[in-house]
């Protein structure tokens, strides 16, 4: 095998043109010949004892040579690339220039880690939220725990918004039931818009026992079978609640921590409270000054690259989904898309994360930072006790290299933030600017940024949710193993 030529095009693309020359091509064929030999037929030998040579001569030399360059070719390209040292991205474009006896030529596109050129990436400044917490913050906290602590006690009158309905019901199109429409002894809120818009207005006001008919057209944008249709729901109230909550006083405190007075627990939330701010303000703030950096950065990125990353996205997805128990398929009809619609709503965010993951090897390499075998053991044993798991198991489930890039973007991120400036955020524009807003809410609702998405630096991603139960565990910590911060 010989490199004829290396072309370098633009968008981190290389063409490279080899050759495989004859007596590689040689040992190709007659491994083809071996491979083909007992499905050619030739008077007068039986399946597979035929020489090559009156094999040859019936069906003309030519006849191994597509086989043996489906050989040789992968080898040859694999060891262009090494001898080479290019760091490729992807699979390449392969094209045949010429093949015959003395051997093949060909061409291989393919894409290659893009040179990278830092931009400013210390004495960066970037805004950082000054973090409070109110009376009315606790309130609403201990609000929310006495929600979780409510009773529910039964009613004897009109139901009303806020309540709570046992239900059963039924939903008919032109008089035959459709699947999944119905329930028996559901527990619906009302005003909780669980249920199809128009449903729980219709139970408003009804009481325990009383059966009536509704009326129901299901949104143009609901699934295909019922998009738009006008449907009836056969509905019998068999309970209404109401919840009843607890006081928020010392006993209170006592039932749902391991306090014994009100203040003692509403000075144990305002802690938490700032903790978990500040720890988002910090978030907020490495992220800012890393969508800086990234932004910075001079890269001639291949859409390779961008590409995989869009990929992970939705594989990303798709494993939440999964773990929400609900099928691809199904998700899909829900929110009448494609995966082919997801992979290209994530190449905006993709490339932004590949230029951050592209920002932070060269940081990495400039700054020469390393991380020691100390430093993994620290990581394994903090992720041992997050899980709940021992260091051993841990160890089963999260590979050492992921260990090391882990700790090793950490300290690339490190770089920034301790040589980077906090500037107070800019002041809230008043509420009501349309434009502003329908911006947030489109932006809430990108889907395809799963784990590696764009609210932590792909940095930030070691092995979450500890919570749960054994599996659910093991399963988290497997997912650590995938690469936090590819460098493609």
Do not use: C, W
């Amino acid at each position: 095998m010989s490199v004829k030529s290396i072309e370098k095009l633009e968008k981190s693309m290389v063409a490279l043109t080899i050759t495989v020359e004859a007596e590689a091509f040689e040992a190709a064929v007659e491994k083809a010949y071996r491979k083909m030999r007992s499905k050619i037929n030739v008077p007068g030998f039986r399946p597979g004892k035929a020489p090559r040579k009156m094999i040859e001569s019936m069906y003309g030399a030519e006849v191994f040579y597509n086989e043996a360059v489906d050989e040789a070719l992968p080898e040859a390209y694999m060891n262009a690339v090494v001898e080479n040292k290019l760091e490729v991205v992807g699979y390449p474009e392969l094209s045949l220039e010429e093949v015959g006896k003395d051997g093949f030529t060909f061409k291989a596109l393919v894409a290659v880690y893009p040179e990278v050129k830092l931009g400013k990436y210390k004495g960066i400044s970037a805004p950082k939220a000054e973090v409070k917490v109110s009376a009315d913050d606790v309130k609403q906290r201990l609000n929310e725990m006495a929600e979780r602590n409510a009773r529910l006690v039964s009613v004897d009158r009109k139901a009303k918004k806020g309540d709570i309905t046992v239900i059963d019901f039924k939903g008919f199109d032109d008089g035959v039931a459709f699947e999944g429409g119905e329930g028996t002894n559901h527990e619906l809120e009302l005003g909780s818009g669980s249920f199809v818009p128009g449903f729980e207005d219709q139970i408003i006001g009804m009481k325990t026992g009383e059966e009536k008919d509704i009326d129901i057209t299901f949104p143009e944008d609901y699934h295909a079978e019922l998009a738009g249709k006008k449907v009836v729901f056969h509905v019998k109230v068999n309970e209404v609640k109401v919840k009843e909550l607890p006081e928020l006083d010392d006993e209170f405190a006592k039932d749902v921590s391991e306090f014994d007075t009100i203040k003692e627990l509403k000075d144990d939330i305002k802690a938490k409270l700032t903790a978990e701010r500040e720890e988002g303000a910090k978030r907020a703030f490495e992220d800012a000054l890393m969508a800086k950096v990234a932004e910075g950065i001079e890269a001639d990125v291949p859409q390779a690259m961008i590409d995989e990353q869009a990929a992970r996205f939705v594989e990303n997805l798709k494993a939440q989904i999964a773990n929400a128990g609900i099928p691809f398929d199904q998700y899909l009809k829900m929110t009448n898309t494609t995966e082919a619609e997801l992979l290209k709503q994530a190449g905006e965010p993709a490339e932004r994360q590949v230029r951050l993951n592209l920002a932070m090897a060269e940081i990495v390499k400039v700054e020469n930072i390393e991380v020691s075998d100390e430093e993994i053991e620290a990581e394994y044993t903090t992720l041992s006790e997050k899980f709940g798991m021992s260091v051993e198991d841990v160890k089963k489930y999260v590979e050492v290299e992921a260990i090391r890039g882990q700790l090793t973007n950490d300290k690339a991120i490190a770089v920034v933030v301790d040589n980077a400036k906090a500037t107070k955020p800019a002041a809230k524009k008043a509420e009501g600017e349309e434009g502003e807003k329908k911006s947030a809410a489109k932006k809430s609702t990108k889907k395809a940024e799963g784990e590696e998405g764009e609210k932590k630096p792909a940095a930030k991603k070691t092995a979450k949710k500890a919570e749960g139960e054994e599996g659910e565990k093991k399963s988290a910590a497997k997912k650590t193993a995938k690469k936090t911060a590819e460098n493609e």
